[in-house]
């Protein structure tokens, strides 16, 4: 049987890190030679600029961005580009059932894949993507921010000013990291 891709997971709350981590792979992956195509869902940003996304800090990876209800729109690219590696962005935004069969797909031509997003929302609640995915990686990484209100180890992601949807884009709503300890929930 041919190879099978090799699955990475990097998870944890806003400001962890994990675009950060994603940029630096990229560029290893590209140093190496490999073929690496990246992708996001587009509700993530407000503005598409020029298919660039940005960590907190202001690195830029260059992604394609695809519609968030179609995640199967990746394999169009992934057939015409052939590429060794794939990474996603703020993956929680995209559906689970079609997310999920889009990863496997890949896997299964033997192609590495790397996805980051969030496990938990600001409610605290998982984003089921997410933690299947997270359960189903050959390698897990769990990254970690610093609590806005204390200076602790953050695993949460707090809104605190914006709309009560539960996916909104950094643009128009504001967030912070918190610890389990200090985290409110937004009430809008
Ligand atoms: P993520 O993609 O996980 O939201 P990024 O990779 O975009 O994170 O940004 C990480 C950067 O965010 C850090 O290197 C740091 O400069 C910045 N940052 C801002 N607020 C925090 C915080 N509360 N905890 C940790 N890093 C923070
Ligand atoms: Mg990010
Ligand atoms: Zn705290």
């Not at 921010?145 to 605190?160: D, F, M």
Request: with cysteine; charged share 30%.
């Amino acid at each position: 049987m041919a190879k099978k891709g090799h699955l990475t997971v990097i998870a944890g709350p806003m400001f962890a890190g994990k675009t950060t981590k994603l940029i630096t792979l990229y560029r290893v992956f590209k140093k190496l030679g490999y073929k690496v195509l990246c992708f996001k869902a587009e509700g993530a940003v407000v503005e598409n600029r020029n298919g660039k996304t940005d960590s907190h800090d202001l690195r830029s990876l260059q992604v394609t961005f695809i519609e968030n209800k179609k995640p199967q729109t990746i394999l169009k690219f992934i057939k015409k580009e052939k590429p060794d590696k794939v990474l996603i962005d703020s993956t929680q935004f995209f559906p689970d059932a079609p997310t999920k069969r889009v990863v496997f797909k890949l896997l299964n031509q033997g192609i590495d894949v790397v996805v980051n997003g969030l496990l938990y929302d600001y409610k605290r609640k998982y984003f089921r993507l997410m933690h299947e995915l997270f359960d189903l990686a050959d390698e897990r990484m769990e990254l970690f921010a610093i609590c806005e209100r204390c200076g602790a180890r953050a695993k949460n992601t707090e809104r605190i000013a914006g709309s009560t949807k539960r996916l909104e884009a950094t643009s128009k709503a504001k967030y912070i990291a918190s610890c389990s300890r200090c985290h409110r929930i937004y009430k809008g």
